[in-house]
Structures are given as structure tokens and as C-alpha cells.
């Protein structure tokens, strides 16, 4: 834990899903991975599938766009997409914009995903004093960050779960860099200012309508 934060198996994550509106029906609909080197997105290794939650989906304002039913009709079930999340995430220190609304329905859908750490970059943002925003596409923005997300990965889409995970993945280095001695940051200095418990991740208050 008393790396340089940079060397720590860090790994963007971000999904979409129904909302918890839906309760013990919540279904997970996108996954996004995005793994860090040298505190930079590594896209050559990122992965993104869209998931088919066995149902139809009612339309929802929160649900994010070109998430449909027909689109989602074709994608692999999540059984076909778990096998990539273990291996993706086990161990991992699990990097996310208010991180514990996706752990909450990850670790309940894929119970068998044992990351290392969450580390919110929410919570960092409060730390960092950045700026008012709470909502990842307003802070990218206020850091100048949001053609940068859209450059690396190919497409302007906020609220997809690629282009949200490489987003907290760039923002995470912005706002590391705000914080007196951020430069030196160990691994135990970012858990201490922006880790969350994992075991709260099933009772996590699912706030996401506010961060959009």
C-alpha cells in the first residue's frame, strides 16, 4: 500500500442499469472496463458488452440512450459476461464515478467479483474541492477533460459504460493532482481520501437520477 497510486492495479468500471426502482428485479444492462497504466486509460485493453436482461425493459429517463430493447435483444446474457468481469476485476481496485451505486448492483448480480478496493472519484472530488458539480460529465467538463473521453473512445456517448469508466478513469488523475502532495500519492493515501467499504456496496443509496 505504500506504492506510488500510479502502480496499483487500478481498473475503471462503470454499468448501466434499470435502477433500483426496479428492486430485486434490478437488471444490469452495459458493463465498461477500463484498466489504468501510469494513471492513464490503457483502451487497448478496456471491455464494454451490452447485456440482455432476459426481459423487456420499460423506457426510463435514467436508462441510458441506445440501451433498447431491440438492441439489447442480441447482446450476451450476463452468465456469458460474468466469466469477464472476474477475471477483469478480481483484485482490482475498482475506480468509479459514485462508485457504490455500480457496486451495489454488480456484487448482487455477480457475487463471486472480489475486488481489492472501491475508490470513488466523487468522494475525491469532494476532498479535491474541484468544483460544485457532483455529476461525472459536469466535472469532466469543469476540468476540460470531456473531448479527451470522447477522443479515446471514438464516440460521444455520456452515460455509456465505456465512455463513463474512461471518463472517472481521466478525472481520477485530474483530481489526484489537485490534492496538496497528489504527486506522491501511495496507494494507502488514495484509499484513505477516496476509498469506500465493499461491504456497503448492497445497501449503497442508489442516488444516480442526481448525478446525471
Known amino acids: 500500500m505504500q506504492q506510488p497510486w500510479t502502480t496499483a492495479p487500478l481498473v475503471a468500471f462503470d454499468l448501466e442499469g434499470t435502477g433500483s426502482q426496479d428492486g430485486k428485479h434490478e437488471a444490469i444492462l452495459e458493463v465498461g472496463i477500463v484498466p489504468l497504466v501510469d494513471g492513464r486509460p490503457d483502451m487497448a485493453r478496456s471491455y464494454q458488452s451490452t447485456v440482455n436482461p432476459g426481459r423487456r425493459i420499460a423506457r426510463r429517463p435514467w436508462i441510458s440512450p441506445g440501451l433498447t ?111 496538496p502532495g497528489g504527486s506522491a500519492f501511495t496507494v494507502a493515501h488514495l484509499h484513505h481520501v477516496a476509498g469506500l467499504p465493499l461491504n456497503g456496496g448492497a445497501d449503497a443509496t442508489d442516488d444516480a437520477l442526481l448525478l446525471f
Open 69 to 179: 430493447n431491440e438492441s439489447l435483444a442480441g447482446a450476451p446474457p450476463l452468465d456469458a459476461v460474468a466469466p469477464e468481469l472476474v477475471a477483469r476485476l478480481d483484485g482490482a481496485f475498482i475506480v468509479g464515478h459514485n462508485v457504490a451505486v455500480d457496486w451495489r448492483l454488480l456484487s448482487r448480480r455477480c457475487p463471486t467479483v472480489r475486488p481489492a478496493a472501491l475508490i470513488d472519484t466523487l468522494k475525491l472530488a469532494w476532498v479535491a474541492a474541484a468544483s460544485h458539480e457532483r455529476s461525472l460529465t459536469a466535472l469532466l467538463s469543469a476540468h476540460g477533460l470531456t473531448n479527451e473521453v470522447t477522443a479515446l473512445v471514438g464516440h460521444e456517448t455520456p452515460h455509456r459504460a465505456l465512455w463513463d469508466a474512461t471518463g472517472a478513469a481521466l478525472l481520477l488523475a485530474a483530481l489526484v493532482g489537485r490534492l
